[in-house]
């Protein structure tokens, strides 16, 4: 960390300034320029609270030199993260893909679904149970009966399945759920993120519309500083000035999160985009920049669909999606490994 | 509701969605142009679910032409909403300020700093009791003992009391509060506005960082919903690529919420600036632009607070802002309201 | 168009409104509803000022149902366009690589890394003459000598080569540049655009940082306006808030812009990211999403750059580049094809 | 400059990058970490290439301590400057106020315009002979017809006239012109600024839409280091998600610039809003946040105007929107005073 000082600072406040450090077990390095004076602080400053620092009256500003997450950090964990469910597995050269609705509507539906997405080459069923919307008017999803559904899904094809928790107080619920997804809304829910911390599933983190790389990663730490290791990172775009789609698809936080982090990290074209016709090339695009996996709507019958039908896919449109996958997962020397549930 | 039809779009295909409409009690007009058909949608389309809309195979997009919230909207109800606090008021013609330190540390540094902004002017404590942190490893509040201890600087000061509220599940620790605070991060946190729509506590509600005027809206109407119509809503800044302040306050958004709504708009020029000597300007240009009330960070002690030091204000400076402050609000003919808990 | 009136708009004003319309030869169709009336405009609204119609007192708010460009637009124009230069050519199934260094700074370093980028696959030289800098104590260019140089690269090498112009005044210079590049800065520096659209050689239009895509394709729309339909657009990454890499590289435009228009459009992963390291997977990713090409920065000693060092890749790493892209383009079925210059 | 190495970069090329920061007049200044090792670099870094640095092999990043722009900032430039047009200042306690409409369209309207907002109380005259518009198709002004019309109207009312230059060819057109204006898409048209700072007519210089402060003064560094020195700045609203607004007016960068440096800036709440109703809110708040002065788009008809009609005020709107202006200026202790041309 580098604390930047304001010119003219009085000498008595900086040395002051520089033992508060010391008592925190860090060295300070006085460095002073012709403009400007900085310390450079050495040992771990994780703790340090750059605000606190910022409210001395000799601050100008401060630089952290060392990235604020740990346990998330491939510095301290340079293999890639492998999540291992039932055999379906996540990083380390193996492809993920999880269809399904965006809500869960029937058992009729979910099982058509479920099968026809298996069929296609995916190796696990997403769907909704409690649904975000930004209307209270909209449809909020069938709740625990949506689990119920998801499950009788699971037991007709054997994919494990994945679903969003929106209240802590539901976790019960989620007992069976193979996959706990934190969707994009309460990736800052660190109530939430504490919680899910201290429970043994695979937790499936979306990126908020509006979070840094950084932030991301450290949601990705209130999980881990609980002991649940188990995360896959999910970028599903960003709010922008461009309206056209949905979100702006970040691609390269693929490649930059693969640098910073082994946690294997999967896309989302579907919400990035919120339009059919670009999912096959995004998809495409996620495969051939190293994405670890991705994230798909398909509905039986979008235009039925109680919600998100505008960026569902029909199965049919998915087979020649997956198909495109598929094609270019070979060229990258990646596979997809179903599940045994 | 505007749904613009895709060129070639079948006539029969076209007919169907038609009909579909007016199942749903919706009047029809099918606007027949040289490059593009549209058809006009009459009735009340608020349940008309976009998405569903736009899956539809002859649908090229969809415009709404009236505003999705309603019990917050101001064409439906056209006096000010006051939000009224053992007497101390905001909203129409009634300016609130609500201050105190970003986190409560301490019994003695609550009571001193209450007494301080209560001599300054202020007719509210804020303090946080929890406390998001984007770090795991950063201080996480004083929780329920926070809470104790702004209950006991009300009893010290008469200062009705604004906390915020992390997780649904405290909701009993809150029973003697006055305003539960609902934080940027969680505006969209359903789950807990749908909760807080059946609570009789006056609410005030962040905007989200990423969120539209129109989100916000919509999720003070999550909260109207349920029943609760107490609600102040805060601007305090968005996420831009700006990085010289933490955030950029949206100012426009004070007028703008004011004609589109009649509940009350209070800024908070800490959080949107996160730099100290900005707090006075903003305050003046919040009470010139016509918000209804500020919520400023003061702590006895800004270089050793636990939590966001850097953007607080010394009670000292404070005194400096409210003189500023009052002044143009007499200037405005508003006033502020001291409470009589 | 269509056209959303105020509630309680005067009749008489109403139709006052639509007779202006019908002046302009467009038809009128109005659709009462019941919270709000909107009318309906049938005919070429292209040339309607939109701020004008805002800006009658019955008028709430206006929606475009068509989009604002002709010449640019795939509705008019169904095929794909080819853009050709001496057989290099960009655009349906032909992909173009324009390679080659920031900064123009020697006759030999030109050569040199024109002949190892044709080596690697390139089917144009790229450099800067004329550089725009955001500091004016930053390295302008070589100028006139640039061109010189690339010229003599040309030459040495068969490319044909691509450079920005960032004065109208130079124009003269700029007689045997084989495609003239206009930055991201002037992408809406309008008079420019009018003069370019009155020259016969192919411009190179980048997409400006705060500029959406129906901005990008209007600007477009102002060189083919004057004639000159030789259009290459180019990607290079919007600006957000996050901060790691240098833009955020707006992938969706790709097929997005394909969509809505014939032109080439390709993607530029050095100015995107501003991280040498984040050039190949964008660039795999480009080829994947269906881009026409790619622009990318090398250099032969990156760390002695004037001007954008630190994106740039050497030579031995733009093989590497060049070998996974060339995998895909076969995968993808599409070809580079060099000049004959 | 802090210059932060990689883990593990090698010693001897340590030393070298150090020799090369020596060789250019710096001292160095080596801290050693325990996870990361710094360079402190001491001595006037404003003209290291930050992006040649970044591409040494050795080097992870680089953080700025000191602000790039010198003639600019108010560390090295206490007083305010204060731009004085025969009599009419801006700076230093003196409120400007620009006002007129977005085009100049014939004699009669703007004689008319320049009357009324005269006796309202602006004293300049600002109208638009060149217009950037986002389509071709647009009406893009009188051109040098307009000038004379401009000059005719300061010739009937006394006031100084302020217009747009978009090609710097024009420039021997804006010989009698008092202040010109450079708009928001041309702020990074470098060679413009460069060619301004020749000229001694003192320049409006507007704020990119999706530009930093920082880079918003380099472009004022650019005019000031070829000498001239008069500029007014002006924030007119930046890019961002917000749709209801046509910009968000980014008002800290009001208090931010009068910190970081001595030149006046005025707001221009037309164009940040695009709402004529918004415009009195705005233009209060820039008065109380300590702005110099305001740009307010004001047209005789605005439902007839041929560009920006939607965000023009008539008149009588302009005028009580002064009365509220003139009465917090009184409040702020500033003036306006007029010119006597």
Chains 1, 2, 3, 4 share one sequence.
């Not at 051939?288 to 505008?310: F, R, T, Y």
């Amino acid at each position: 960390m580098v604390v930047i000082l304001k010119r003219n600072a009085e000498h008595e406040k900086v040395n002051a300034l520089m033992r508060q450090f010391e008592d925190l077990g860090l060295k300070t390095n006085l460095v002073e320029g012709t403009e400007t004076n900085i310390i450079g602080l050495i040992g771990d400053t994780s703790k340090v609270d750059e605000q606190m620092v910022l409210a001395n009256s000799v601050v100008e500003s401060v630089r952290r030199v060392s990235e604020p997450y740990k346990a998330a950090n491939r510095k301290f964990h340079a293999d890639d993260t492998v999540v291992d469910i039932h055999g379906a597995k996540i990083g380390g050269g193996n492809f993920g893909v999880m269809s399904g609705p965006c809500s869960v509507e029937s058992e009729e539906q979910i099982i058509e679904v479920a099968q026809r997405v298996k069929a296609a080459g995916a190796n696990f069923l997403r769907g909704g149970a409690f649904k975000p919307r930004t209307s209270p008017y909209s449809f909020q999803g069938l709740k625990a009966e949506g689990i119920e559904l998801l499950l009788a899904a699971k037991k007709a094809t054997g994919l494990p399945i994945v679903t969003e928790i929106m209240d802590i107080r539901h976790l019960d619920l989620f007992s069976d759920v193979d996959v706990i997804q934190v969707g994009a809304r309460n990736m800052q829910n660190f109530e939430m993120l504490k919680q899910l911390g201290h429970c043994n599933k695979p937790i499936l983190l979306k990126r908020g519309l509006a979070n840094t790389i950084e932030e991301f990663l450290m949601s990705a730490e209130y999980i881990m500083a609980g002991g649940n290791t188990n995360i896959i990172l999910c970028e599903r775009g960003i709010r922008t000035f461009e309206t056209y789609t949905r979100n702006t698809l970040d691609i390269s936080a693929v490649p930059v999160i693969k640098h910073l982090s082994h946690l294997p990290i999967i896309i989302d074209p579907s919400h990035a985009a919120g339009i059919p016709w670009l999912v096959e090339p995004l998809a495409k695009a996620a495969v051939a920049v190293g994405a670890d996996g991705l994230m798909i709507e398909v509905h039986n019958c979008p235009a039925k669909a109680l919600s998100d039908g505008a960026q569902s896919l029909t199965p049919d449109q998915f087979d020649g999606v997956m198909q495109s996958v598929k094609h270019l997962l070979d060229v990258e020397g990646k596979k997809i490994l179903p599940a045994n549930c």
